[in-house]
Nanobody, 130 residues
Framework: EVELVESGGGLVHTGGSLRLSCATSGFTFDKYTIGWFRQVPGKEREAVSCISNIDGSTYYTASVKSRFAISSDNAKNTVYLQMNGLRPDYTAVYYC???????????????????????WGKGTLVTVAS
């Protein structure tokens, strides 16, 4: 059974930090690209950051570059998203996704919102208060 379990969300104030974790199981981790997407009610789903376990590439949406860092631990089948300098407009439910069709992080980051992903986690809420 495939599982993607997110953790690490919570309430922080502007400028604070959080570290999200996505623990995975049930699929061949190093053959997948893993991404973090966020969703705000009434708004389009957005790819925040992705990492390819296939070629090692990473992707960040423009608004989080230099603030967020994504990493992958193949020994633990876990992907992390270190989020620094948080802003109120980052408030959203953050979902971990996995897909083997995207061989690069850029491909998932740009095209991912148009496709249903192979696997989704249940999400973790990040709230940034001003």
């Amino acid at each position: 059974e495939v599982e993607l379990v997110e953790s690490g969300g919570g309430l922080v104030h502007t400028g604070g930090s959080l570290r999200l974790s996505c623990a995975t199981s049930g699929f061949t981790f190093d053959k997948y690209t893993i991404g973090w997407f966020r969703q705000v009610p009434g708004k389009e789903r957005e790819a925040v950051s992705c990492i390819s376990n296939i070629d090692g590439s990473t992707y960040y949406t423009a608004s989080v570059k230099s603030r967020f860092a994504i990493s992958s631990d193949n020994a633990k089948n876990t992907v992390y998203l270190q989020m620094n300098g948080l802003r109120p407009d980052y408030t959203a439910v953050y979902y971990c996704v996995a897909d083997s069709r995207f061989s690069t992080a850029l491909a998932m980051g740009i095209m991912g919102k148009f496709y249903g992903m192979n696997y989704w986690g249940k999400g973790t809420l990040v709230t940034v208060a001003s």
